[in-house]
Structures are given as C-alpha cells and as structure tokens.
C-alpha cells in the first residue's frame, strides 16, 4: 500500500496555473524518457526512491472539480487529450467552428504499439476526441455513441499527424461526423461517428443533479 488514498487528502479549489503546467510538462519528458531508458540499475533504483518522494510530497491533497469546460477548468488542463497540464496527454490542440476543425499533434514512444507506430488504441483515442471537440459545446453537451475507424496504414511516431473532423450534417438530437489522421500526407486512419446531444436529464443520470 502506498499510504497516499485520495480520500484522505485534503481537497481544494482547481486553479491553474504555470507551475501546474510546467509539472505536466516535466512529467510528460520524464515517461517519454523512461519508456526508452538504458540507465544503469542503480541508477534506476535511486530515481525510483525520488518520483516515491516526489509522489508523497504531492499527494497531501485533492483538487476539487466541475464539468466547467473554461479555457483554465479542471477539465480543459486535465483532459486526457490535449490538457496542458496532464501528465500523459497526448499534445492535440484542435481549432473548430461550426462546419469541423482540424488540429495537429506529434505522438511519443509513450504511446508506442508496433515498433515506431502509434498504438491503434491511442488513434481511436485522438479520433473520438477530436470530433468532440467538434460536437460538444457549452450550449450543445454531446456524447459519442458510435464510433467506426478504419485503419488505412500503420501511424508513425515522433512525426506531425494532421487530424481533420467535418460536422456532416446534424438530425435532431444525432451528430453525424466523419474523421482522418494524416501523416507525411497520407491518411493513416479515418472514421465516421454519431454523436448524441445530451438532455439536462442524460446529465443528471451521467454526471449527477449536483454537477455544477
């Protein structure tokens, strides 16, 4: 047992802030760093005993959060795609407006699957995401419901990826999108999904009547 439950820790109020992102950062260097480590044993062990310190220096209290989606939320830092200040997230910033967007990104050992290819797991992961940001708004809460993605060829590592989402068309509540990942100008993956605009009573059976 580690010692460090959340639930003892004290909690306190999201802010961001650049010291957070900078630790996301730092974080996001050491494991693309680890994955790929020849250190010596020794050398291993005493890095181990100072991310435990680093880990029981931190874990003296919790953040409280909300489902704002604010430039500086809890959620926009911490998202598992594109959070400046999360520790893993692949580094996927996408622009959108009302007919699709499009953003880029460079993908890490960290998420290696086949030797230098991008784990199929983590395409889907960028994909599903990126069309999110494209059928999700503050006025328009949405969820995926469906998601079909074509592996067209193998995505590189370490290389700018291009991903481009069109809004097809919407029909009542359904979002139809299509999607593609594009290296070295080649589509590597596309996909097409349906999104489901989300009544206050989806949101009270998903997220809670408490969700600020």
Not at 8 to 13: C, F, I, L, P, Q
Not at 96 to 115: A, L, S, Y
Not at 142 to 154: E, F, G, I, K, S
Not at 158 to 168: A, E, I, K, R
Request: hydrophobic fraction near 45%; charge should be negative.
């Amino acid at each position: 047992m580690s010692g460090h439950s959340v639930h003892e820790s004290a909690a306190v109020e999201w802010r961001a802030s650049q010291e957070r992102r900078e630790l996301g950062e730092a974080l996001r260097r050491l494991l693309d760093v680890v994955v790929q480590s020849g250190a010596e044993l020794a050398e291993m062990a005493t890095a181990t005993a100072a991310i435990n310190e680093l880990t029981a220096q931190l874990a003296g209290s919790t953040v409280r959060t909300d489902l704002s989606v604010a430039a500086d939320s809890y959620r926009a830092h911490m998202s598992l795609v594109g959070g400046l200040s999360h520790p893993v997230a692949p580094q996927l910033a996408m622009q959108v407006d009302e007919r699709g967007g499009t953003g880029e990104v460079i993908v890490g050992r960290v998420f290696q699957g086949g030797p230098g290819l991008v784990h199929g797991g983590i395409v889907a992961l960028l994909i599903d995401h990126a069309m999110g940001c494209v059928a999700a708004r503050p006025d328009r809460p949405a969820m995926t419901v469906r998601l079909d993605l074509r592996y067209r060829r193998p995505t590189p590592l370490d290389v700018p990826l291009t991903v481009s989402v069109n809004l097809d068309k919407i029909e009542g509540r359904q979002l139809f999108l299509s999607a593609s990942i594009t290296a070295r100008g080649e589509v590597t993956a596309e996909a097409e999904a349906v999104f489901l605009t989300l009544t206050p009573e989806n949101l009270d059976s998903v997220f809670g009547p408490s969700r600020i």
